[in-house]
């Protein structure tokens, strides 16, 4: 090798450590070396003729390593020849000196003792890995065996290589190739994200719908609300009545009742159903509850049957609360109304409904058979639930005033309580109008006894005709017609059948008593009477009686 030409100096600065690969082989594992690796020709592929000059022995200081011998000159390279005939053994053993050869290559080499024979042109170079100047590189074949990541790194290269090397050979991708992958790493993870978030929400979802959640159950429940209504409104009427809305326990003859009523007046005049109070008229016991809970023992100031009403009065009691009295004249089907009492005994009791009908005409009682308790009410009818024990309440406007008193129910024939036999409401009840039972209790007040409308007149109840016919003989064998009463003086005589009063279609006796104990004695009525099948109208002022 001609000293005048300078070698190569490594790209890398001499390892002051001699750590391998670059230094000196450390005391662990020997030095890998640093070469391509060495490919045999395939058959029929040129190779170096015997008569090529053998190459020049390396300089003292150059170290192998196991690398491929450097060539005779820079920049020669070995001109194809034709394939020869191997040499003998002897010949090619002597071919070249000794100390042509670098140490560990065998020696007898085919190609007359030319190492470069069996190698790579990329093999023949500078003993560092670097090709001479001017030699053509041969790649090796498809059959060639991949060396590691350090067979393919020679830190002695003079090209660079087109990436930077991971440690396993792999290029390092650059910013932007690592930008676009943590990208679409942060965009799939959020969709696997949402995804896994979406059934897990959906499977809790699930779970809480049929199990009623996870833990204790906890019901949703509305805060605290102002608890004044309106005026007009079910609870607003209920809260200005209920004071004075009382319970009547009756005990007497044998027999126990409950009934209600209402304060008329602050004396403590108490109006309910006469009905409620008649067991105890012959020496009974009545005690009166307010809605309070306050008792207090009550009598009776006077009653009567024929419009089912008493008034009884308690002492002792102070703060009473009168309730208004409204007017049954003013009241129109369709209106709303509502019911107090207390229904099989219980107290203060509300309910709510409409007018169903006006003057409708009812008979209640009639028990002992003689028609003295038989009561006769011009009523106002109401889908508002009445019951036993509601007998006696009042039942009251929109303003709160009363309008009527309930008295009677109409029930299914298969109604009946099980246990106290006594029927239920259908939606059937029936309150005396307030008009006319003011001016009962304010007779029975003043005088203990009510006075009765009378035409004076006695009636065939028998009579199966459409209207209500005179008798042919009055009661305890007097005359039908009596003797200077309205009737008389009007001009009626026995047989005539009155078939309407005040131009409103009569159709029966008992609803003729009806009409006329709608009205106050001294009231003038206009009748419709059939005699001898000619109609004719009979004007007449109504008498009064103290009897039923």
């Given at each position: 090798?001609?000293?005048?030409?300078?070698?190569?100096?490594?790209?890398?600065?001499?390892?002051?450590?001699?750590?391998?690969?670059?230094?000196?082989?450390?005391?662990?594992?020997?030095?890998?070396?640093?070469?391509?690796?060495?490919?045999?020709?395939?058959?029929?592929?040129?190779?170096?003729?015997?008569?090529?000059?053998?190459?020049?022995?390396?300089?003292?200081?150059?170290?192998?390593?196991?690398?491929?011998?450097?060539?005779?000159?820079?920049?020669?390279?070995?001109?194809?020849?034709?394939?020869?005939?191997?040499?003998?053994?002897?010949?090619?053993?002597?071919?070249?000196?000794?100390?042509?050869?670098p140490a560990g290559v065998p020696q007898g080499a085919p190609g007359g003792g030319d190492p470069s024979h069996d190698l790579p042109a990329q093999a023949v170079g500078d003993g560092h890995g670097m090709p001479?100047?001017?030699?053509?590189?041969?790649?090796?074949?498809?059959?060639?065996?991949?060396?590691?990541?350090?067979?393919?790194?020679?830190?002695?290269?003079?090209?660079?290589?087109?990436?930077?090397?991971?440690?396993?050979?792999?290029?390092?991708?650059?910013?932007?190739?690592?930008?676009?992958?943590?990208?679409?790493?942060?965009?799939?993870?959020?969709?696997?994200?949402?995804?896994?978030?979406?059934?897990?929400?959906?499977?809790?979802?699930?779970?809480?719908?049929?199990?009623?959640?996870?833990?204790?159950?906890?019901l949703p429940q509305a805060g605290k609300e102002p608890t004044g209504r309106a005026p007009d409104s079910v609870a607003g009427i209920a809260a200005r009545a209920l004071p004075s809305v009382v319970t009547l326990?009756?005990?007497?003859?044998?027999?126990?009742?409950?009934?209600?009523?209402?304060?008329?007046?602050?004396?403590?005049?108490?109006?309910?159903?006469?009905?409620?109070?008649?067991?105890?008229?012959?020496?009974?016991?009545?005690?009166?509850?307010?809605?309070?809970?306050?008792?207090?023992?009550?009598?009776?100031?006077?009653?009567?049957?024929?419009?089912?009403?008493?008034?009884?009065?308690?002492?002792?009691?102070?703060?009473?609360?009168?309730?208004?009295?409204?007017?049954?004249?003013?009241?129109?089907?369709?209106?709303?109304?509502?019911?107090?009492?207390?229904?099989?005994?219980?107290?203060?009791?509300?309910?709510?409904?409409?007018?169903?009908?006006?003057?409708?005409?009812?008979?209640?009682?009639?028990?002992?058979?003689?028609?003295?308790?038989?009561?006769?009410?011009?009523?106002?009818?109401?889908?508002?639930?009445?019951?036993?024990?509601?007998?006696?309440?009042?039942?009251?406007?929109?303003?709160?005033?009363?309008?009527?008193?309930?008295?009677?129910?109409?029930?299914?024939?298969?109604?009946?309580?099980?246990?106290?036999?006594?029927?239920?409401?259908?939606?059937?009840?029936?309150?005396?109008?307030?008009?006319?039972?003011?001016?009962?209790?304010?007779?029975?007040?003043?005088?203990?006894?009510?006075?009765?409308?009378?035409?004076?007149?006695?009636?065939?109840?028998?009579?199966?005709?459409?209207?209500?016919?005179?008798?042919?003989?009055?009661?305890?064998?007097?005359?039908?017609?009596?003797?200077?009463?309205?009737?008389?003086?009007?001009?009626?005589?026995?047989?005539?059948?009155?078939?309407?009063?005040?131009?409103?279609?009569?159709?029966?006796?008992?609803?003729?008593?009806?009409?006329?104990?709608?009205?106050?004695?001294?009231?003038?009525?206009?009748?419709?009477?059939?005699?001898?099948?000619?109609?004719?109208?009979?004007?007449l002022v109504l008498g009064s009686s103290n009897s039923n």
């Amino acid at each position: 090798m001609d000293p005048s030409v300078e070698r190569p100096r490594p790209l890398h600065d001499p390892d002051p450590y001699s750590t391998p690969p670059y230094g000196e082989p450390g005391p662990w594992a020997p030095a890998p070396p640093v070469q391509h690796p060495a490919v045999t020709p395939a058959h029929g592929t040129p190779a170096l003729s015997s008569g090529t000059p053998a190459p020049a022995a390396a300089p003292a200081d150059a170290r192998s390593y196991g690398s491929a011998p450097l060539a005779a000159q820079r920049g020669a390279t070995a001109p194809p020849h034709p394939p020869q005939p191997p040499a003998p053994a002897a010949a090619a053993q002597g071919a070249a000196p000794a100390d042509a050869m670098p140490a560990g290559v065998p020696q007898g080499a085919p190609g007359g003792g030319d190492p470069s024979h069996d190698l790579p042109a990329q093999a023949v170079g500078d003993g560092h890995g670097m090709p001479a100047p001017g030699a053509t590189e041969t790649h090796p074949g498809p059959g060639a065996a991949s060396a590691g990541p350090w067979g393919r790194y020679d830190p002695w290269a003079g090209g660079r290589v087109a990436a930077p090397l991971q440690q396993t050979g792999v290029g390092v991708l650059s910013v932007e190739q690592r930008h676009r992958r943590v990208t679409r790493a942060l965009v799939g993870g959020a969709v696997v994200l949402a995804l896994v978030s979406g059934a897990l929400g959906g499977l809790a979802g699930a779970y809480i719908e049929r199990n009623g959640g996870v833990g204790a159950v906890e019901l949703p429940q509305a805060g605290k609300e102002p608890t004044g209504r309106a005026p007009d409104s079910v609870a607003g009427i209920a809260a200005r009545a209920l004071p004075s809305v009382v319970t009547l326990h009756v005990s007497g003859s044998g027999e126990q009742g409950t009934g209600t009523g209402f304060v008329l007046d602050r004396l403590g005049h108490v109006l309910t159903n006469n009905h409620v109070v008649e067991n105890a008229a012959t020496g009974g016991d009545i005690s009166v509850t307010f809605s309070g809970g306050q008792s207090a023992k009550a009598r009776i100031i006077g009653r009567d049957t024929g419009y089912d009403l008493a008034v009884v009065q308690v002492r002792g009691v102070r703060g009473l609360t009168p309730i208004p009295l409204g007017n049954s004249d003013n009241v129109q089907v369709g209106d709303p109304v509502v019911a107090i009492g207390a229904p099989f005994d219980l107290a203060n009791t509300v309910t709510s409904g409409i007018i169903s009908a006006k003057e409708r005409p009812i008979t209640a009682g009639g028990e002992k058979g003689d028609g003295s308790d038989v009561s006769y009410v011009d009523a106002l009818q109401t889908d508002a639930p009445i019951n036993p024990g509601n007998s006696g309440g009042p039942l009251l406007d929109a303003r709160g005033r009363v309008v009527g008193i309930n008295s009677a129910i109409r029930s299914a024939d298969n109604g009946s309580d099980l246990q106290t036999g006594q029927a239920g409401s259908i939606g059937l009840g029936f309150a005396i109008p307030v008009n006319q039972a003011r001016r009962v209790a304010e007779e029975l007040i003043n005088h203990g006894k009510a006075s009765h409308p009378v035409i004076g007149v006695t009636l065939d109840m028998n009579y199966p005709g459409d209207g209500a016919r005179v008798g042919t003989k009055g009661r305890d064998g007097g005359p039908p017609v009596t003797p200077g009463g309205p009737g008389a003086e009007a001009g009626i005589r026995a047989g005539d059948v009155i078939t309407a009063v005040d131009g409103q279609r009569v159709h029966s006796g008992e609803e003729l008593i009806v009409k006329t104990r709608a009205h106050r004695p001294g009231d003038r009525l206009e009748l419709a009477v059939e005699r001898d099948g000619r109609a004719r109208k009979v004007s007449l002022v109504l008498g009064s009686s103290n009897s039923n």
